[in-house]
């Protein structure tokens, strides 16, 4: 139940989202931020190399790429390279 109460919450305003980046795309500068942390490969890590980076990108964003991906994808078959 708690799965589908935040389906119907986050899956308006997510679309809502999406729909306005398509309008109005420099608003995704907002969004474009992603954190970097570092996590211990081991206990009691003390030398860069025992650390592993991953990344934390924001949600929204993640799902525009893919969207946009998407939407790209449908296209690409009709685009010519000048470059060949």
Known sequence: ???SIKVNVMGPSLCSLI???WNKPYGIR???K???CLIPKEE???QL???RPISLCNVSYTAFAKVLATK???VMDKIESNSM
């Open 72 to 74: 790209l994808r449908l």
């Open 19 to 21: 729909k306005g980046l």
């Open 1 to 3: 139940m708690l799965c």
């Open 30 to 32: 907002v969004l474009n």
């Open 44 to 46: 009691d890590a003390s």
């Open 34 to 36: 992603t954190l970097v």
């Open 49 to 51: 190399n025992q650390f």
